[in-house]
């Protein structure tokens, strides 16, 4: 299964996808940090997360597979929402909760 | 070392903007831009195209950048601040 494919089902299998940096409990990475604590705050406490730092393959790919370069990302019933500062946004004006809610 | 004003000329070169402001200590950089062409495109669309400008800087050079993109109208509205 190629890289891509790999990512295809992840986003697909999961309602709500975190690429991030270390692990919600360990973030290696302010961004991601901030990414989980969103998600926190609109009531998802578990996401699926995937620790680029621990798979090369995929710290590459996913930056292809949504033609984004930076992680974290955020994936939600298989689209691709937004890194750290979209997430940001998205989560101020109540947007991210209606699109978690859906 | 990358200075806020090199990514400003980065992004100035690569996208048709207005307004371009740029912040950060060499490591991590905030930026504000406003751009007509961000009209009726998505977060994620309007992101992209600021990525595209900057192309493989955003790999290589430049670790951390966060970003708002704006319309000529939203800034308009935020009384350009």
């Known amino acids: 299964m190629s890289v891509h494919d790999i990512i295809d089902q992840q986003v697909k299998s999961h309602p709500v996808v975190l690429y991030m940096k270390g692990s919600p409990d360990f973030p290696q990475c302010g961004f991601s940090a901030n990414a989980v604590k969103i998600l926190k705050a609109c009531g998802v406490d578990a996401p699926f997360t995937v620790d680029v730092l621990q798979n090369p393959d995929i710290r590459q790919g996913i930056k292809e597979y949504a033609n984004w370069p930076t992680i974290p990302q955020l994936y939600i019933k298989g689209e691709f929402v937004g890194g750290s500062d979209i997430m940001t946004e998205l989560y101020q004006s109540g947007e991210l909760k209606q699109l978690l809610a859906a | 070392m990358v200075l806020p004003q090199d990514i400003k000329q980065y992004i100035e070169a690569g996208l048709p903007c207005e307004r371009v402001e740029v912040s950060g200590d060499g490591h991590h950089f905030e930026a504000i831009i406003v751009s007509h062409l961000f009209a009726g495109k998505s977060r994620v669309a309007q992101h992209q195209l600021v ?14 950048l966060s970003m708002r993109t704006l319309t000529p109208e939203q800034w308009a509205a935020l009384g350009g601040h």
């Open chain 2, 51 to 64: 990525y595209q400008a900057l192309g493989d800087r955003m790999r290589q050079e430049i670790h951390a």
